[in-house]
């Protein structure tokens, strides 16, 4: 069974950035996994804003991210980052790491697509 512990929450002030990192143990990635973050704002569901399909990178992103934060595979084995730039308030959650094996579906945004989760790393952006 895979375990992601995620990394690099924290306090920023509005317009600053942010890197996260997922790191994942236990079995290696197959063709059609997908790593992916969601974000949970309080009040509001939990919601993917970006995946990578670990075969080939293909990337998807949120809209409200769009343009601002970028995923990417980390420089260690099985670790994706989420760098995040121009942080304002909308951006504050509780952010999940996920895994999902449903790349041959493109990314999947629904949270039943992705059956392993972190424990969530908090990011507040002060105004």
């Known amino acids: 069974q895979v375990r992601l512990v995620e990394s690099g929450g924290g306090l920023v002030q509005a317009g600053g950035s942010l890197k996260l990192s997922c790191a994942a143990d236990?079995?290696?990635?197959?063709?059609?996994?997908?790593m992916a973050w969601f974000r949970q704002a309080p009040g509001n569901e939990r919601q993917l804003i970006a995946g990578?399909?670990?075969?080939?990178?293909?990337?998807y992103y949120s809209d409200s991210v769009k343009g601002r934060f970028t995923i990417s595979k980390g420089n260690s084995k099985s670790t994706v980052s989420l760098e995040m730039n121009s942080l304002n308030s909308d951006d504050t959650g509780v952010y999940y790491c996920a895994k999902g094996d449903y790349g041959h579906l493109g990314i999947p945004t629904q949270r039943t697509a992705y059956n392993v989760w972190g424990q969530g790393t908090q990011v507040t952006v002060s105004s």
């Open positions: 990578i399909r670990w075969t080939d990178t293909y990337t």
């Open positions: 236990g079995r290696t990635f197959g063709r059609y996994t997908i």
